[in-house]
């Protein structure tokens, strides 16, 4: 079982279009982030999530919108990509005050703008 | 804010030798401290955690860090470098309870035969 999974795992597309990228948690954690991983493999957080309420939301573009329907899903809309969208997407999550600190991170979606 | 900074953007080590990236951290509060390896092409895996309890932390793998205040560092070690240990690895503080980590740029490992 998949404990944090992201979708798609690739993906390429073109200047100007829109996307999404989904993810979703089945550990039961409270919080979930979006990180950015440029190709020096520089980690940025984007966004954070607890309870479906956002909690941080760092200098990004607001051509990203995350969108948290429920705890276990955080998904990340992008409009009108450009090139240096281009990066691989994390998603992570984590569960608050318990002392298990830490963050589960899915596999990452590659994002390739052209 | 806390910040993590990992010296030496590569490191290369012989198979069975040691291993030893460093980490030094900025933090205004006691924080929790982190390092995560990353293989080619996977997400970040945890290694181990110093959360306030034990200075010496003893994580997956065989790796171990010692959180040292006075040095405000944060190394992580293994006695023999295995040729699987070749991968990105990252250090990252958060000041308090994980919602806002942040990493280090990373220290890419090479492991020679």
């Known amino acids: 079982d998949t404990a944090v999974s992201q979708t798609p795992k690739y993906l390429v597309t073109q200047m100007g279009n829109d996307k999404s990228i989904k993810c979703e948690q089945n550990l039961g954690h409270d919080t979930m982030y979006w990180y950015k991983q440029d190709s020096k493999k520089f980690l940025k957080i984007m966004f954070s999530?607890?309870?479906?309420?956002?909690?941080i939301n760092e200098t990004v573009p607001n051509r990203f919108s995350p969108k948290s329907p429920d705890k276990a899903h955080l998904n990340l809309h992008i409009n009108s990509l450009e090139l240096g969208d281009s990066a691989v997407y994390f998603c992570a999550s984590s569960q608050r005050g318990t002392g298990d600190y830490g963050y589960t991170f899915g596999s990452g979606t590659r994002l390739t703008v052209v | 804010a806390q910040s993590v900074t990992q010296l030496g953007s590569h490191v290369s080590v012989s198979e069975g030798a040691l291993v030893l990236l460093r980490c030094n951290y900025s933090?205004?509060?006691?924080?929790?401290l982190f390092w995560y390896v990353q293989y080619p092409n996977q997400g970040l895996q945890l290694l181990l955690k110093y959360t306030s309890a034990a200075t010496l932390v003893k994580g997956i793998n065989g790796f171990e860090a010692e959180f040292k205040k006075s040095e405000t560092s944060f190394h992580l070690t293994k006695p023999s470098a295995h040729m699987s240990d070749a991968a990105e690895y990252f250090c990252?503080?958060?000041?308090?309870?994980?919602?806002?980590?942040?990493f280090g740029a990373g220290t890419r490992l090479t492991v020679k035969p």
């Open positions: 990252a503080v958060s000041p308090n309870n994980n919602n806002d980590m942040r």
């Open positions: 999530y607890n309870n479906k309420e956002l909690i």
């Open positions: 933090s205004s509060v006691p924080p929790y």
